[in-house]
């Protein structure tokens, strides 16, 4: 689903949210929605009285089989217990007899007290469904609007989400569901919700690129997953609060992969598709919901009921770090990552010193060699390609204060020590020679892509490219829009792409399986399409390995079978540096690159 | 006209020749000296556009080394340079820094270097350092303190040749790095030469391989031509020896020379092949020899023309004297000349017409004489052929005279038998009159559809004596031409009487035809004595007879007759054997119209 599908809907939504009529709150929506009690040509009758939240101005929905919404429609007046809803241009009136449920939280207004938190946002995030966000970008905005049973804080270490509490077993995780989760249309989040959310993520059918670690860590979930079983063993409804989720092993990582995107809570009933708009609309759990969106800007306010946080947010779209600096001193952004050379600068603009965050990401930038493309296929035609760079100049020069020299695939975050680089890496001097008059002449000429905007990934191009020519290699670098740049890698129109991977929780064998595992291909998160049967074989090993030095073994042979056949070149591991505008506190950074804003104070 | 002018074209072909040394030397010399004069032009153009070549890279390389000068005078770049020497990297300040000064200086290669020759930064290529160029001999100069400025083939991932100065950066006396940079000799430096020079322009390599052309097309042919030669020994071919070359490309001529450029140590590393074309000069060549044409045809056609009025001129006057002779010759003695010029020919004209006033005088007088001679001639024969006749008519009147006197009564006899030889002889005379008449006649062929068969056939009927026996052998394809049957009666009738009588009426008279397709041929063949000798060429003479009784005018009418219709008359020799004549009658099928035109002449 696109951001500018949402126009249609919920830009009407906001138009009213934002304007001066405003809505009367709802006090909790009717769970079987309001039955239509008469209909004509334009306008609908509905049973809902003005002590019941009826207002002028008010949105409600249809609502068709499987609770799936349908059309929108607004409150023309209130008489008594009557209310005249008209539906929005191009739909039509519900017949008599037709549920109408309440858009609840819309009712909402953002409360101007609690002021309003302005975030970059880079890329062009096309997926609003957690269980199809595949980009950074994508996985900071549904950060915001769902939520799982559980989040991971800046240690990584498991914190309540919808699940207030849970207890562990061996395998068994036992969750209680919070008293106050509920989905934004003021419905409860039950365990039955939270069972549907796992059944759809793993469904066979719902095709999702990155559910790979949750049907690993969930017992019967690869079964389930691949289709050869009807039901998910691992997961059991104790009550409408309480639900058992059964991990595949006692070591496995359930509750970072229960963190991730994925595994974030949509209602029961929602198809294993992506959702559409009014779907979305009514699914969401997190701490904000979307209000309206332009084209610089998604805004989001607070969810129903939530207290403390700032009252909205808005998600900033920006082309790159320079961009995002530039409406930083525009004051147009609270929080902005500065390239290293202007930060300093920047941090002083307007005689206000920004608050500075660190934070080391664990997340790899790397280089990836399609290796779909016929001279790239060959594994000494890549070693020599990642041979001929300076890795540690490269970073050295170009990520000044912003990156650390990736000694692997890793980040040391994970605590797997990284393989020497001499263990893996063609020494320079060789892959000059082999590499001479470019292979002789028989290399092609490479594209190397790179997103627009990206101006670390500019520099380091610049350089890899410059390395490559002086071997008499002939390449190009090619500038593409985020949507493009994702779609010609995927399409394999690129040679060459620079590329990051950021964890989606704190396992490191997922970490690295996303990026080399075959099984991972393509959206998954192997973008170089590698295949090697002795890495899958490690990583598995590794997933089920008795002992947490058997896997870390198992996952160091993995890394350096794979480092070894140069799929990909690790340049570097983030750090994230981040301005925060004075009256902006409570900010912290996520290691995921994803935090939450619901914690933050804006004054 | 000059039909029969033989003088006339004489006299032309004089004035032709006389007219045509002139021309033809012009036509000969004249472009050997155009084209010698525009080849000196050529390479007065081609030595121009060399010494501003030559003057642009001095001025280049000199503006070179003051630019890099001023560079690294710079004291930001001592201090960034510093700063990479204590960070043992190029700050990344450096790198941009040196992107921005070749930016501002114009400069189109820029390289900054550390203190041992490793690239930091280049202006040109962002990504391109952490590589050694120690052994540049530019910046190993610079090394030891010395700026030099020189062209350079540039090393991977560049190529081509450049212009460059390097100097270096001190800071207190101590060397701390090395600025190297300048103008490459590409497309842009190619481009500017021939818009300065207006030539076009080839950068080769020390191989001889176009890096860079105005001409990219022409680029090998220029390199071909300036091609270094094997050195010539001999001093006074030295001497002599073009140091340029011209080729032909596409259609378009240049004058080619070669400009070496040195390298830092003085030996060529390149050349530029600048070219001058000349297809101007060819254009105008090409109209002064066009016009050099044109003027030689225009003299020769003025030199003809001339010729052929004045030999008109001169020969006017001789044309009208040959042609007054021609006449004279004919007999016409009344021809007289208009007055000639006042020169010997006028002299010649007075003198021929005095000739012909002469000569018209005496032929009068002997026309006269002649006229009163055959006058006399025809008196005589006349009065000889009447007087036969008058005799017997005397006679027979003395004889009634002497009856009378004798006084015989019966004087009836008498009177009857005068009156018959009176009768008779008189008849005699009026035939001799009706013939000397009908050969003075001669009238006019009437033709009409005739069968000269059937006309044989009346004349035999007609003069044949019974004892004569006529044998016809005629052409079984008829014998019917166009001709006028009363005179062609005649003349078979004279032909066929001529034949009897030369027969004595005794023998066989044989008629023959054949019809041809160029007409009719009649053969009419006697058995006679035939005509001697020495009278064959006087039978068709008028009056000429070899009998006794004959006018001499039978074979005259009859050759009159054959010829007014376009026929002949001809004496065949006698066949083998026999002596009698054979005359010999050739008619067209159809006779010439008849022309009542006066016979005319051309002059």
């Not at chain 2, 043992?88 to 040196?98: C, F, V, W």
Request: charged fraction near 20%.
């Amino acid at each position: 689903m696109s951001l500018t599908r949402f126009v249609v809907l919920v830009g009407a939504l906001a138009g009213a949210l934002l304007g001066a009529r405003g809505v009367a709150a709802v006090e909790g929506p009717p769970a079987d929605g309001l039955p239509v009690v008469w209909s004509t040509d334009s306008l609908a009758y509905v049973a809902w009285p003005e002590r019941g939240g009826a207002s002028a101005g008010a949105f409600v929905f249809t609502r068709g089989a499987g609770r799936t919404p349908l059309d929108t429609l607004e409150v023309v007046w209130v008489r008594d217990a009557i209310a005249a809803i008209r539906p929005l241009p191009g739909a039509r009136p519900p017949a008599r007899g037709q549920t109408v449920a309440l858009v609840g939280a819309i009712a909402e207004p953002r409360d101007p007290s609690r002021g309003l938190l302005r975030i970059p946002i880079s890329g062009s995030p096309d997926a609003l469904d957690p269980l199809y966000a595949t980009t950074l970008a994508e996985k900071q905005i549904v950060t915001q609007l769902f939520a799982g049973l559980v989040r991971l804080d800046a240690s990584l270490a498991p914190m309540p989400g919808l699940a207030a509490r849970w207890s562990v077993d061996g395998a068994g995780y036992t969750f209680s569901l919070s008293d106050d989760a509920r989905f934004h249309d003021h419905r409860p989040v039950t365990a039955a919700d939270v069972r549907a959310t796992l059944l759809r993520a793993l469904s066979p059918k719902a095709h999702a690129p990155r559910v790979e670690g949750l049907a690993e860590v969930i017992l019967g979930g690869r079964a389930y997953h691949s289709g050869t079983v009807d039901t998910l063993e691992g997961v059991r409804i104790i009550d409408p609060r309480t639900l058992e989720i059964t991990a595949s092993s006692p070591r496995a990582p359930l509750l970072g992969e229960l963190a991730a995107p994925a595994a974030m809570i949509v209602p029961a009933g929602t198809p294993p598709a992506p959702m559409d708009e009014r779907t979305l609309l009514a699914a969401q759990s997190g701490p904000f919901y979307i209000t309206g969106t332009t084209a610089r800007a998604l805004s989001l306010a607070a969810a129903p009921g939530r207290s403390g946080g700032p009252a909205g947010l808005d998600l900033v779209r920006v082309d790159g770090p320079s961009d995002a600096a530039v409406e930083f001193e525009l004051d147009r952004l609270d929080v902005v990552a500065p390239p290293q050379a202007i930060a300093g600068r920047l941090q002083v603009a307007g005689g206000v010193r920004a608050t500075e965050l660190t934070c080391d990401e664990i997340a790899t930038y790397y280089l990836g060699f399609d290796t779909r493309r016929p001279f790239l296929a060959d594994r000494e035609h890549r070693r020599v390609l990642a041979g001929l760079i300076d890795r540690a100049l490269a970073v050295r020069v170009l990520v000044p204060g912003r990156g650390r020299l990736a000694g692997g695939l890793l980040p040391p975050l994970f605590g797997v020590p990284a393989p020497p680089e001499s263990a893996w890496m063609m020494p320079r001097a060789l892959a000059e020679t082999r590499a001479r008059g470019g292979f002789g002449g028989k290399a092609p000429e490479l594209s190397l892509w790179i997103p627009v905007g990206s101006e670390v990934g500019m520099r380091l191009a610049e350089y890899v490219t410059a390395a490559w020519r002086r071997s008499g290699l002939r390449v190009t670098i090619v500038e593409r829009a985020w949507p493009e740049f994702r779609r010609g890698v995927a399409a394999g129109e690129a040679d060459v792409f620079y590329w990051s991977w950021f964890a989606d929780g704190p396992d490191p064998v997922a970490f690295l399986a996303s990026m080399t595992a075959s099984d991972r291909r393509g959206d998954g998160g192997n973008r170089t399409q590698y295949a090697n049967a002795s890495v899958d074989r490690e990583l598995a090993a590794a997933r089920g390995a008795p002992s947490d030095i058997a896997a870390t073994q198992a996952l160091r042979r993995a890394e350096l079978l794979a480092l070894a056949d140069a799929p990909l070149v690790p340049l570097f591991h983030p750090i994230n540096v981040t301005l925060v505008r004075p009256g902006v506190s409570g900010l912290v950074l996520d290691p995921l690159g994803a935090p939450r804003y619901d914690t933050v104070e804006v004054r | 006209m000059l039909r029969g002018g033989r003088l006339t074209r004489r006299l032309v072909l004089a004035f032709l020749f006389v007219a045509l040394v002139p021309l033809g030397l012009l036509a000969v010399f004249g472009p050997r000296i155009v084209r010698r004069q525009f080849e000196t032009l050529s390479h007065q153009r081609i030595a121009g556009v060399h010494q501003a070549v030559l003057h642009d890279l001095e001025t280049r390389r000199e503006t070179a080394r003051l630019r890099i000068e001023a560079l690294a005078a710079s004291p930001d770049l001592a201090r960034q340079l510093q700063l990479a020497a204590v960070g043992g990297a190029p700050p990344l300040e450096l790198i941009d820094a040196t992107v921005e000064r070749r930016t501002a200086s114009g400069i189109a290669w820029l390289e900054v270097t550390d203190a041992k020759g490793l690239v930091l930064a280049r202006g040109h290529d962002r990504g391109a350092f952490g590589f050694s160029v120690a052994d540049d001999p530019l910046v190993a100069a610079a090394r030891t303190g010395l700026s030099l400025a020189a062209v350079v083939p540039l090393a991977a991932p560049d190529s081509g040749l450049a212009l460059l100065a390097a100097a270096p950066v001190t800071v207190q006396g101590t060397i701390v790095g090395v600025v190297r940079g300048g103008d490459l000799l590409d497309r842009s430096f190619v481009g500017h030469v021939h818009t300065l020079a207006g030539a076009q322009i080839a950068v080769l390599d020390s191989a001889g391989r176009a890096l860079a052309a105005s001409l990219p097309e022409g680029a090998s042919a220029f390199a071909e031509a300036t091609a270094p030669r094997p050195p010539v020994t001999d001093a006074e071919e030295a001497a002599e020896e073009d140091s340029t070359t011209r080729i032909v490309f596409d259609g378009v001529p240049y004058r080619v020379a070669a400009v070496p450029l040195p390298g830092a140590d003085a030996r060529p590393v390149g050349r530029l092949a600048v070219g001058v074309s000349e297809a101007d000069l060819e254009r105008t060549l090409e109209s002064l020899l066009r016009l050099l044409a044109g003027a030689t045809l225009i003299g020769l056609f003025v030199a003809i023309g001339v010729a052929l009025v004045i030999a008109e001129r001169v020969t006017r006057p001789v044309r009208a004297l040959a042609h007054a002779a021609q006449r004279v010759a004919r007999g016409d003695l009344g021809v007289r000349l208009p007055p000639g010029p006042n020169d010997e020919v006028g002299d010649l004209m007075g003198a021929f017409n005095a000739m012909t006033v002469d000569l018209a005088a005496s032929r009068e007088r002997l026309v006269r004489g002649e006229r009163q001679s055959a006058w006399a001639q025809v008196a005589r024969r006349l009065a000889h052929e009447i007087k036969n006749p008058l005799t017997p008519i005397v006679l027979a009147v003395e004889e009634v005279e002497r009856a009378h006197a004798r006084g015989d009564t019966d004087l009836g006899p008498v009177i009857a038998r005068a009156a018959r030889t009176t009768r008779s002889e008189t008849h005699v005379i009026r035939q001799l009159v009706d013939e000397f008449g009908d050969f003075a006649r001669s009238p006019a062929p009437r033709p009409e559809s005739v069968d000269a068969h059937e006309l044989l056939d009346q004349a035999a009927d007609l003069y044949a004596p019974s004892t004569v026996t006529v044998d016809r052998d005629y052409d079984p394809d008829g014998g019917t031409i166009t001709a006028d049957p009363a005179l062609l009666a005649r003349a078979f009738g004279n032909l066929v009487k001529n034949a009897c009588e030369a027969m004595d009426g005794r023998g066989t008279l044989t008629l023959t035809t054949r019809h041809g397709a160029d007409g009719l041929t009649v053969l009419c063949a006697d058995e006679g004595p035939g005509v001697v000798a020495d009278d064959a060429n006087k039978i068709f003479t008028p009056y000429f007879t070899t009998k006794a009784d004959g006018t001499g005018l039978g074979l005259a009418i009859v050759r009159r007759i054959i010829e007014d219709h376009g026929g002949t008359l001809a004496l065949a020799p006698p066949l083998p054997g026999t002596t009698g004549a054979r005359f010999v009658v050739q008619l067209p099928l159809r006779p010439p119209a008849a022309s009542t035109e006066p016979a005319t002449e051309t002059a």
